[in-house]
Nanobody
Framework: QVQLVESGGGLVRAGGSLRLSCAAS????????MGWYRQAPGKQRELVAIIHNSDSTNYAASVKGRFTISRDNAKNTVYLQMNSLKPEDTAVYYC????????WGQGTQVTVSS
């Protein structure tokens, strides 16, 4: 089992920045990838960014150039630096980890006001 705990969400004005953190505990060994999804009201959950053990990354087109995903393996933590935030980035952001199966955090709310 892997437990994921997110932090760092909140309310920010358009153009501002936030950094999300997600700490993995339990049995975080052999995690293949960690990432972030988001779900806005009335919309499906969508991939935001993912980082693999090789440190290769993938981003949604809508956040490329504004968001950066990084990982601290010593702390079993993944981060999402979000810059130049837009109102359309408003959503619940979920951390996820692949350890043979996908594990999910409880989500953290990000609200961007115009």
């Amino acid at each position: 089992q892997v437990q994921l705990v997110e932090s760092g969400g909140g309310l920010v004005r358009a153009g501002g920045s936030l950094r999300l953190s997600c700490a993995a505990s339990g049995s975080p060994f052999s995690i293949n990838a960690m990432g972030w999804y988001r779900q806005a009201p009335g919309k499906q959950r969508e991939l935001v960014a993912i980082i693999h053990n090789s440190d290769s990354t993938n981003y949604a087109a809508s956040v490329k150039g504004r968001f950066t995903i990084s990982r601290d393996n010593a702390k079993n933590t993944v981060y999402l630096q979000m810059n130049s935030l837009k109102p359309e980035d408003t959503a619940v952001y979920y951390c996820t980890a692949d350890r043979g199966g996908w594990y999910w955090g409880q989500g953290t709310q990000v609200t961007v006001s115009s």
